[in-house]
Each structure stands twice: as structure tokens, then as C-alpha cells.
């Protein structure tokens, strides 16, 4: 079974410009979760997906991130404009249903 | 949701049973506990997931006392590859009161398994 499929798995920009992250999740996986990770901490959700719909975005900075699942499969996560920061690395996970999650190997961001 | 609290780091030698104690005093009745564990430069991995007594599987068990208060992640023989943070999480996993899988990270236990 092919796991959740995350790129770029780098990226570098300066601050004030925009960043989209994409991911793509264990096929068949209705619930699609974006968390950001800052160096020596543990993951913080921001936004978690069912199917398309939004179940909770209470921690994503919504002024300047953004994020869409348009079909119910990939997703993306955009950053615009960026801070300083904002570097971290973005995990996404994807479950089945309420039960285990399986996370992607991330995307690191560094903004200069 | 309930916070936990477990130790910064640990260090243990090869071949070793490590075993991690995560506190969670505040645990609700629906709650599951769950372990990760995650390697630099890679996401989480879940480990176990428990919710009373004891449950093992092929690479941990987890031992959960009556309270639920507290819970302990145990590595049998550890080996340098055991090296990894360890997260120590709570959550409604069966979604009452309209839960939604929510996992919320603390820092996690750097565990350094030396030779």
C-alpha cells in the first residue's frame, strides 16, 4: 500500500512570498490533516479535512494561509505571504476514519 | 482535550527494555491513548494505541493503569534504530460528543539509545 505522498520535500523562498505545498493521501483515506511542525516541537494541526469539507481550522492562520481539497483526494496548502516564521516542516496525515494516522515524510521550509 | 506530560529525554543502552511514563491526569472517559514515534526528517509513525490495562503488539507494549491517569510505553531490547522521539498522545478516537480524531503533540521523549 502506497503511503501519503507529500512534495516538494524542500523549499526555500524569501519572506513576503507565497508557498504551496501539496499532498496526497493513502488512496481511499476520507479525513486529510496538514499539520506544521517548528524545529524541537511536536506536530500542531492546522486544518483537517473530511472528504472535501472542513472540520477544523481553528489553528490555521487564515490572513495568510490557505488550504483546499477540492475532490476529496490531493490537497494543497498555501502560504501568501510568508514570515519568517513561518519555517517549519508541513506534515500531512491522512486515516481512514477516526482511528490511526499515517503521515507523509513532510515538506521543509525555510524562509529567508 | 487531555494535556500529557512526559519526560524530555532518555538514554538507554542496546539491548535494553526501555520503558517511557507518560502522564495524563486529566483523561476523559472516551479518550484512547496513542504513542508515535518519529525519526528525524520523517512524520510520525504510530506505535500502539490503548485504552485500559495492557496491550501488546509486535514492536511495544502498553501498560495503562486503572486511573488511566498515566500510561508507559515499553521497548523491549532496544537497538540504535529505537533512537526517535516518542509522543505520548490522548484523543476521542471513537468521535462522541463530535470529536474528530484531533491529536494534539507535546514535545515528545528524545530517546538516545547508545551502543
Known amino acids: 500500500e502506497a503511503g501519503v505522498a507529500q512534495s516538494p520535500r524542500y523549499k526555500i523562498i524569501e519572506k513576503r512570498q507565497s508557498v504551496a505545498f501539496w499532498c496526497n493521501p493513502i488512496?481511499?483515506?476520507?479525513?486529510l490533516y496538514w499539520y506544521q511542525q517548528i524545529l524541537g516541537q511536536g506536530p500542531k494541526l492546522l486544518i483537517q479535512?473530511?472528504?472535501?469539507?472542513?472540520?477544523?481550522d481553528s489553528q490555521l492562520p487564515k490572513d495568510r494561509f490557505s488550504a483546499e481539497r477540492l475532490k476529496g483526494v490531493d490537497s494543497t496548502l498555501k502560504i501568501q505571504p510568508a514570515k519568517l516564521e513561518d519555517s517549519a516542516v508541513y506534515l500531512c496525515?491522512?486515516?481512514?476514519?477516526?482511528?490511526?494516522?499515517?503521515f507523509g515524510p513532510g515538506t521543509r521550509l525555510l524562509v529567508l | 482535550l487531555a494535556k500529557t506530560t512526559q519526560p524530555i529525554s532518555m538514554d538507554s543502552y542496546e539491548g535494553q527494555e526501555v520503558n517511557i511514563t507518560c502522564s495524563h491526569n486529566?483523561?476523559?472517559?472516551?479518550?484512547?491513548i496513542t504513542w508515535y514515534q518519529q525519526f528525524p526528517s520523517q512524520g510520525p509513525r504510530f506505535i500502539i494505541q490503548g485504552y485500559k490495562t495492557k496491550v501488546t503488539n509486535e514492536v511495544a507494549s502498553l501498560f495503562i493503569p486503572a486511573d488511566r491517569k498515566s500510561s508507559t510505553l515499553s521497548l523491549p531490547r532496544v537497538s540504535l534504530s529505537d533512537t526517535a522521539v516518542y509522543y505520548c498522545?490522548?484523543?476521542?478516537?471513537?468521535?462522541?460528543?463530535?470529536?474528530?480524531?484531533?491529536?494534539?503533540f507535546g514535545t515528545g521523549t528524545l530517546l538516545a539509545v547508545q551502543p
Open positions: 479535512f473530511q472528504n472535501n469539507g472542513v472540520v477544523d
Open positions: 496525515a491522512s486515516s481512514g476514519g477516526l482511528e490511526t494516522q499515517y
Open positions: 498522545l490522548v484523543g476521542d478516537r471513537m468521535g462522541y460528543g463530535g470529536a474528530t480524531n484531533k491529536l494534539i
Open positions: 486529566n483523561i476523559a472517559t472516551n479518550d484512547y
Open positions: 488512496s481511499g483515506h476520507a479525513t
